[in-house]
Nanobody, 122 residues
Framework: QVQLVESGGGLVQAGGSLRLSCAASGRTNSGAVMTWFRQAPGKEREFVAGLIWTGTWIYYTDSVKGRFTISKDNAKNTVYLQMNSLKPEDTAVYYC???????????????WGQGTQVTVSS
């Protein structure tokens, strides 16, 4: 089992920044791929960004490229999502997810955090 705990959400004005954190514990070797997803009201959960603990693969969905940065601290078993130039359409609950294979589909990720709300006001 892998436990994931997100933090760092909140309310910010458009153009502002937030940094989300996802602390992993437990059998972290079962979650080689770490990702961020988000889900806005009435919409499906969508992939935002992902990386792997032991390699250089990093991937972003097109809508956040150039604005969001995913990073990791292996010593702390923590993944971050730095979000800059936030837009109202970024408003969603953001989830950290871990799994054994690379995918942008939420269905392949076995481990999920509880989610953290990000609200961007216009």
């Amino acid at each position: 089992q892998v436990q994931l705990v997100e933090s760092g959400g909140g309310l910010v004005q458009a153009g502002g920044s937030l940094r989300l954190s996802c602390a992993a514990s437990g059998r972290t070797n079962s979650g080689a791929v770490m990702t961020w997803f988000r889900q806005a009201p009435g919409k499906e959960r969508e992939f935002v960004a992902g990386l792997i603990w032991t390699g250089t693969w990093i991937y972003y969905t097109d809508s956040v490229k150039g604005r969001f940065t995913i990073s990791k601290d292996n010593a702390k078993n923590t993944v971050y999502l730095q979000m800059n130039s936030l837009k109202p359409e970024d408003t969603a609950v953001y989830y950290c997810a871990a799994g054994a294979e690379i995918s942008i589909s939420s269905t392949v990720y076995a481990y999920w955090g509880q989610g953290t709300q990000v609200t961007v006001s216009s």
